[in-house]
T-cell receptor, first 114, second 114 residues
């Protein structure tokens, strides 16, 4: 069955430091991958997605992710963290049984230290 | 501005009560979803609907039912609420006919069952 694993339920970085949130997917997953972000007391919103083409994907708010098929990874990065980046981040993949279904990882909460 | 609106942000109910969670979207989307969000478990799909009066079970449908009488409205029903249904419930919608389309989320309904 298709699945996605997020390593680290909580990541804390200093303001201005590199943000790295890890996501690995099962190899049976078609190469479509997503990152969603949930700010406090809000619903999720799409941060970026990979479908085809360039393996480095740029999203909103300075985030980007690189699809690495050999490593079955789709890690999310941002060169310099900002206080407003504090949120929960979810990696997601499509479900095989229905193209409309999206399967989410367990989430990584990002905290930013002043 | 596109929007998914969930009728109640916070609800407190008693065990055994019937609970209705309402969701309305104004984007004319074909697909609508109900997810449950619990710490450490990410989002789990309860039910989804790809058309009026059409529904499919997600990963955790037990104890829940849904209704979609109009395209814009998707209701989640807890026939007899139990304490293990205390959770955050998220409604989402997406455009039909597109593969792996973006999900648009409401702000969530936090349900406490006493």
């Amino acid at each position: 069955a298709q699945s996605v694993t997020q390593l680290g339920s909580h990541v804390s970085v200093s303001e201005g430091a590199l943000v790295l949130l890890r996501c690995n997917y099962s190899s049976s997953v078609p190469p479509y991958l997503f990152w969603y972000v949930q700010y406090p007391n809000q619903g999720l919103q799409l941060l970026l997605k990979y479908t085809t083409g360039a393996t480095l994907v740029k999203g909103i708010n300075g985030f980007e992710a690189e699809f690495k098929k050999s490593e079955t990874s789709f890690h999310l990065t941002k060169p310099s963290a900002h206080m407003s980046d504090a949120a929960e981040y979810f990696c997601a993949v499509p479900g095989y049984s229905s193209a409309s279904k999206i399967i989410f990882g367990s989430g990584t909460r990002l905290s930013i230290r002043p | 501005d596109v929007k998914v609106t969930q009728s109640s942000r916070y609800l407190v109910k008693r065990t055994g009560e019937k609970v209705f969670l309402e969701c309305v979207q104004d984007m004319d989307h074909e697909n609508m979803f109900w997810y449950r969000q619990d710490p450490g478990l990410g989002l789990r799909l309860i039910y989804f609907s790809y058309d009026v009066k059409m529904k499919e079970k997600g990963d955790i449908p037990e104890g829940y039912s849904v209704s979609r009488e109009k395209k814009e409205r998707f209701s989640l029903i807890l026939e007899s609420a139990s304490t293990n249904q205390t959770s955050m419930y998220l409604c989402a919608s997406s455009l039909g006919g597109t593969v792996f389309g973006e999900l648009f989320f409401g702000e969530g309904s936090r349900l406490t069952v006493l």
